[in-house]
């Protein structure tokens, strides 16, 4: 083995070091790309860092949290040093930095966070904008704010790292800067395309037919490690159980003759990892080890695999042709993850996963001609997202013209204009454009506009921040707070689960139940075994707790009051009618004020049906009213309840009940065969039709949310910096992800 010094020289980095620190001196602005895993993330920063001591601080942006943690550990390990001294992370509610640290790894999210509050970055000497090609959100408005920074401060140095080879548009953006190739050293991949696969009808099973094909090379090809390409944990788990069965069925004494490889060459022991963007995930060492000899690795992971992190000794890789990515749907007028099929160049840096180290294979599970009809490149994030928060960002660093904005590749127009509406019906925005005390109170909540907007009204306006922040909390995490166990472990199991969820559910849907599983975890000591025995993600609330007290740090920042809401008697019925039924008085949150909370957030989302109906109507209010004249069929949406909603099992077990929902509000939509709610419960018209946000509607026909009432808008605009300067942000920053 190498030590850790020696496997730093055989970087395809390491020979260019004078050249790349002579070039760093030189411009200002410089691109480089190299080919995955040449040491770009963790070795450049590390000679700015040794060898150029003039420079003070530099900070290196990843878009995955997860990658922000894993370098910093890497390159502290490989530094010498404790990870928080020289080199650190900072990432949103995760501070590993210190007075100390000179080289800080963060998320883009972090950074556009920074340079909203100091334009001039001050704090840095050199930033580097790693991973360029992901072309994340975060990523193109930086890239739009440091050519700002750098007219106010010549003399930051901008780098911009990349995978890809377009990157001439990088440089064109960049004062067409020069561009720093670092040569690869890669080895032929044979590909391998299915023979008439058409992608679109992969769709539906690329699940099965990634694991049957990572089975054939593990039983038919040579040693070497197998890295499959799926889009999510769900499927990821799901392949990965899949293959451990097929594997324990395979009788290797029995099957051997099927074997095509000689004997020496055959591998009988493998071992399985999955790998998303999952702490537990990432940090199980072995996966970033080389296998033994006479043993297989077979890695299932997502896109982090693809251009993010390194596996060592993969000679095969599987293409689903699938990825997961943040879509904005225009229907419902929200971003929601969906599995897209990818791009030629995604495929091709997938493929080039197999040819590292030694000659390889990537079997892609569609035909050539799906392929050829694949787009060329990823659509960059920001043309395929709603663009809310960014639009927030750029409206508190005073960017009130969005819609001129130094963008890379500008977002549809329509997109911008739709999030200036929507921020418009927040109230984050006023009628010319410029952000209010609330649009500046959300945007110090690393959350999405909505969800801040309702821990805001909570506090404000309903007096129930406390239970607010519980259920904001939870819901921030991606984790679903109920497990579900998977069919084959039986009909029990799964009427057990049932039960425990119906236990816990509140009538009124999810945002109550969310508070109802807090508050029994908490009086059961935060235990997991009550999280076990009641069918409960103990991760969802943990993660929860830390995030709920950093939200509350916030808050206090913010001065928002912290109120617990009161509490109501209600009366209960107990027994069925065999034992007769007993009537109790038992007292309870009065759930009334927490979902008039969410709802000034999430008045635009919400859904109504007839009542012995189960499919709901989107409603589109905003359409309904701003554009009367306009509107069409296309503000109604057919959505359905997930089957893990509360007020879905109330449907199951008791039809009545469920006839009786009319109005319902929902957090976001997912889409598996049809559009799903998720994040649902009760409401009542009433609520919606009273709400200080409704009137809002009406207002936005005539507002100018780009600023374009010049006159009134430069008058706003004095005032708004004048007292900017006095109410310098007292907040910490935490990115935006
Ligand atoms: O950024 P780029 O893809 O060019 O390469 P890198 O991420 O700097 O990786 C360089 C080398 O460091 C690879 O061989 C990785 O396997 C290794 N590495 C590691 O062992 N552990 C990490 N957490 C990150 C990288
Ligand atoms: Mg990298």
Redesign the pocket.
Known sequence: MPSIDQERRL?PTYEYKQDLIDAIREHSFLVVI?E????????IPQYILEEMPEMKKIGVTQPRRIAAI??S??VSEEHGTPLGKDVGYLIRFDDHTSSSTRLKYMTDGILLREAVQDPTLSQYSVVIVDEAHERTLETDVLFGLLKKTHRLRPELKILVMS?TLDVEKFSDFFDECPIFEIPGRTFPVQIIHHQSMKINALKSNFVSTAVETAFYIHTKEKAGDVLVFLTGQADIDRACQEFKDKCNELDYNRDVKYYDVEDEEQVKDVSVYPLYASLETMEQRAV?ELSRRGSRKVVFSTNVAQ?S??I?GIKYVVDSGFVKEKSYDPNTGMDALLVTSISKAAATQRAGRAGRTAPGKAYRLYSSESFEQLPDDTIPEIQRSSLLSTVLALKRMNIVDVLNFEFIDKPDETLVMKALSQLFLLGAIDNHGVITELGKQMSQFPLSPYLSRVIISSAMEYECSEEVLTIASVLAGDNDLFRAPSPRQGEDLIAEAEKCKLKLAHHSGDHMTILNVWNEWRRNDESRRWCRDNWVNHKALANAKSVRSQLIDIANQLKLPMVRTRRIEVERTNGGKKEGRSKEVVREVDAVPVLKSFLTGYYTNIANKASGRSVFSHYAPDQHLAEKSSHTSSALVALYLHPLCALSDMFDRNKTRYSQIEWVMYMHVTYTNRAVMKGVSKILWDWVRSGKGHERIRQLATAHLNGVDKKKFDKKRKQLLDDSSAQASSVESSDTE
Do not use: D, E, I
């Not at 995955?36 to 070795?43: H, L, R, V, Y």
């Open positions: 970087l190299g995955t895993g040449s040491g770009k993330t963790t070795q894993t370098v550990k890497r995978a970033f251009t992190v390194t060592p």
